[in-house]
């Protein structure tokens, strides 16, 4: 006989736990902080991921923000659910929002560790249980990086009533290390900061099963061969494709490694491609087939300008650069260069990081009324400055150039390289970067008006 399948939403809390205790339609066990289960585990960690929603309230609404979870009601989580009419799959993780003693949002978790990617048919049974309870959200979890949460690493076939969110297990550890930086999203409750504080330790456990980018797909060092050799490349070969995939993890890496480092949210993709991950795999896959290059944006809030970093398969090197406007109350490009050298100079002070990057640091710039950039070593302003000083500079930006050779195809070198120089640009120049901004304007001098006198 066919159990009576409940909407989740609008069901009071006290049938939902009737029914898991009935054990008849569906099981669950409740998700604990430390299970008694071998490191690794996915349902370990997923047991901690939940738990670790209930135990800490900034935690929550930061993870719940970016799935468009109900942030405010009593959270309830469970781990190993089994749905008696669909006995052959069992999702990972459920969580509902209570409100005045009734479910008001819920959502299934499909989550992955290691090396194991999510599965297409998987991820479609768990649609239809979403769909047969009218659970509103699935959200998976795994270490494949997506741009942002509304994408997903797997394309699922026909429509759903659902709503699929992604979010990589490094996406969750750098939201957990910027709850425990000294900034405005603080915790509030030590007790809860020592629990983050053990989640995050289990989290970068070598066993955990959790990862960052770390190896570029076999297509990224095809693709390099082939464009050295020459070769033409096609949007549908598919080291194409895979170099363009392998990009966008790094762009996403990236941004995560930064978010960490600054203990805020560096936010990277397009706009345009916000919901739509194939969409932007295949504008990348266009970009590298006619220009040879990769290239994203990072945007720090805060900064004077975003970081665009640009991958050439042509030259072999990684290029992050910055575009600024140039100071437009100087008179002169002499005035104007002035005013860049005080930002050169503010870098110096860091002369440990400066030092190690100056070599490779020119600065680009494009003139007033005129089209195309200028390149020029950091040391030669003034020779730039005296061969050009009937002009006036529009924009200028500061770019470090990586020359990578050989080591830009190598899957995994490239990614270390990419990710340590990126950090010292940021550290060695865009934290010292001032955007120019017009002065306030002044009250004009003019000659004594004397018509109230007159009046007198």
């Not at 047991?47 to 959270?75: C, H, P, Q, W, Y």
């Not at 330790?201 to 980018?213: I, M, N, P, R, T």
């Not at 600065?363 to 020029?376: D, H, Y």
């Amino acid at each position: 006989m066919a159990t009576k399948r409940r909407s989740f939403i609008g069901l009071p809390i006290k049938e939902l736990y009737q029914i898991l205790n009935d054990k008849d339609q569906i099981e669950a066990r409740k998700a604990r902080l430390i299970p008694i289960l071998k490191p690794g585990d996915e349902v370990a960690l997923t047991s901690v991921f939940l738990a670790s929603l209930r135990l800490i309230n900034e935690f929550r609404t930061m993870i719940s923000k970016n799935v468009d979870l109900a942030v405010s009601g009593k959270i309830h989580v469970f781990t190993e659910i089994k749905f008696m009419e669909f006995d052959s799959v069992r999702p990972d993780g459920m969580i509902c929002i209570e409100r005045g003693g009734k479910i008001v949002d819920a959502a299934l978790l499909e989550m992955k560790n290691g090396r194991n990617d999510l599965d297409k048919g998987q991820i479609e049974k768990y649609v239809e249980i979403t769909d047969a309870y009218s659970i509103p959200k699935l959200i998976t979890v795994s270490n494949q990086f997506v741009s942002n949460p509304w994408q997903s690493p797997t394309s699922i076939n026909g429509r759903k009533k659902a709503v699929l969110y992604h979010l990589s297990w490094s996406f969750i550890l750098t939201l957990a290390h910027i709850l425990l930086t000294d900034n405005e999203t603080n915790i509030d409750d030590p007790d809860q900061v020592e629990i983050m504080r053990e989640v995050v330790d289990y989290l970068e456990h070598e066993k955990s099963g959790v990862s960052g980018f770390t190896v570029m797909k076999d297509g990224w060092k095809v693709l390099t061969e082939r464009i050295n050799k020459g070769e033409n490349v096609k949007p549908s070969d598919k080291d194409v494709i895979e170099a363009a995939e392998s990009w966008l993890q790094e762009e996403r890496d990236m941004a995560l490694i930064l978010s960490r480092k600054l203990g805020i949210l560096v936010e990277t993709g397009v706009k345009k491609y916000r919901d739509d991950l194939n969409g932007r795999i295949s504008n990348e896959v266009k970009k590298v087939t006619s220009n040879k290059y990769l290239e994203s944006t990072l945007r720090v809030n805060g900064a004077a300008s975003p970081i665009v970093v640009k991958a050439d398969f042509n030259r072999r090197n990684i290029e992050f650069f910055t575009n600024l406007p140039a100071p437009m109350d100087k008179p002169t490009i002499r005035g104007q260069l002035g005013w860049i050298k005080k930002q050169i100079e503010r870098m110096k002070k860091h002369p440990e990081i400066f030092d190690s990057i100056s070599k490779d640091l020119s600065i680009a710039f494009k003139f007033k009324n005129l089209p195309g950039e200028e390149r020029v070593p950091i040391a030669n302003l003034d020779i730039f400055a005296e061969e050009h000083k009937s002009k006036m500079l529009r924009e200028y930006g500061l770019i470090l150039l990586c020359s990578l050779g050989r080591n830009f195809g190598s899957p995994k070198i490239s990614i270390r390289q990419i990710e340590e120089s990126l950090v010292a640009y940021y550290q060695g120049v865009v934290q010292h970067l001032e955007k120019w901004t017009p002065p306030a304007p002044e009250i004009k001098k003019q000659g004594v008006d004397t018509s109230l006198s007159n009046e007198i």
